[in-house]
């Protein structure tokens, strides 16, 4: 890479002292906070490293270059003036998803600057997968067009529709003179957009808070969530999901991992090293699913209360005969009707719900296996572990820690 060092100065700047690195992220949003995370256990471990930051959103300042002699930059930039003082530093940088002027561009194909993005198609079919479980058939994409990930995303998201044997309608926000409209003018289209759709409809999001705008402009057009538009956005951001009305279904991102990995990257191009990859993805874990999506479609109103109860209630003390009982109908009706509607036993879906919810436990909380395996409805930590292992391919232990840092 030009610039300020080439890589055997590099490895005697950062020799004798910590490396200093300029953090260009957000620390407004869940997805930001989360590498932001990722970096700092990786500079605990094998640090320490002296960070350069201004927390805040996206606009994030360049130290001041006659104080600050750094090593190396993690960024987000949102334009090409700031992608370009970037490079001018001239220092070892991972940016964050590049955009599409970047992409396009051979200055940032250089050996010391690779680019952390996450893995639109993993998102893409998570969501679809969702939205085609509970039974829809017709689909919707709302994204910012001007944003790369978000493109990416959308067209992961057509690819995945069209893979299913349907067409997914795409939204396409006004603009004037190639640039997006200010959110309170482009409100009126996306109304409009929204009542054009067939219903029922399931709508993915690019991210969290373009779910927020499609579930104020539903409200505003007298659409009902999840009866009309079911919604799942990106980023799984708790705060902004719980805030939204109703409660926004959301891809969990492993952000945290992937600051890591991009930390680990950016370590090896500071001491002289060429990465071996240019692109580190950032990989989709679940969905935390919330009231935005909580519909599933079926002709049959008992298979419909099952789905209902199985996908809601507490795991610990769940079984067939209690769903029967809570529906009113019999075990063996309710059985038939299950199977024959949706493919699948009463028992598999226990099961499913139950495996996902333990692995959502692993991932976001330090609850022994013991107090895992009693929160999702087994006796026995043993057969947990081995039901666990069966299905995922894997031990708890070994997920949670694969799925943490690794």
Not at 44 to 67: A, E, I, K, T
Not at 210 to 221: S, T
Not at 316 to 322: C, G, I, K
Request: hydrophobic share 40%; with cysteine.
């Amino acid at each position: 890479m030009d610039g300020k060092f080439g890589a055997t100065d590099m490895k005697a700047e950062t020799s004798s002292r910590a490396p200093r690195v300029a953090l260009l992220v957000e620390t407004a949003r869940s997805y930001g906070r989360g590498v932001l995370r990722g970096v700092a256990r990786y500079s605990r471990l094998y640090g320490p490293w002296h960070f350069h930051m201004s927390p805040g959103d996206f606009v994030q300042s360049l130290p001041n270059r006659r104080d600050w002699r750094g090593d190396g930059v993690i960024a987000r930039t949102l334009d090409v003036a700031s992608a370009e003082a970037v490079l001018e530093l001239g220092l070892p940088t991972v940016f964050l998803d590049f955009s599409v002027d970047q992409l396009a561009s051979s200055k940032y194909s250089t050996d010391f600057c690779i680019d952390l993005t996450s893995d639109s198609v993993g998102a893409a079919q998570m969501a679809v997968n969702l939205l085609y479980d509970k039974g829809l058939t017709q689909f919707a994409y709302a994204g910012y067009p001007y944003e790369s990930w978000s493109i990416k995303r959308e067209r992961a998201f057509v690819a995945a529709v069209k893979e299913r044997g349907y067409e997914a309608y795409v939204y396409e926000p006004p603009r004037r003179a190639g640039r997006a409209v200010r959110l309170e003018k482009e409100e009126p289209y996306l109304i409009e957009w929204l009542k054009s759709l067939p219903k029922p409809i399931g709508l993915m999001a690019c991210n969290d808070q373009r779910g927020r705008e499609a579930l104020d402009a539903c409200e505003a057009a007298g659409l009902l969530v999840p009866e009309h538009i079911a919604v799942v956005g990106v980023d799984a951001d708790d705060v902004l999901c719980e805030l939204c009305s109703p409660p926004l279904s959301s891809v969990a991102l492993n952000a945290e991992k992937g600051g890591f990995l991009a930390a680990q990257a950016l370590d090896d191009m500071m001491r002289g090293v060429v990465p071996k990859v240019r692109h580190i993805l950032v990989e989709p874990v679940n969905v935390v699913e919330r009231r935005s999506s909580n519909i599933i479609l079926t002709d049959d109103p008992d298979v419909s209360a099952a789905l209902q109860i199985i996908h809601t209630a507490r795991l610990e003390s769940l079984t067939v005969d209690r769903i029967a009982r809570e529906i009113a109908t019999s075990r063996r009706a309710l059985e038939i009707k299950f199977r024959r509607t949706l493919g699948r036993t009463i028992l598999e879906e226990i099961k499913t719900v139950r495996m996902e919810r333990a692995k959502q436990a692993l991932r976001e909380t330090d609850a022994t296996l013991d107090q895992v395996a009693k929160m999702v409805g087994f006796r026995a930590t043993s057969y947990f572990i081995q039901s666990f292992r069966k299905t995922v391919g894997m031990t708890p232990f070994r997920y949670r820690r694969n799925v943490r840092y690794h």
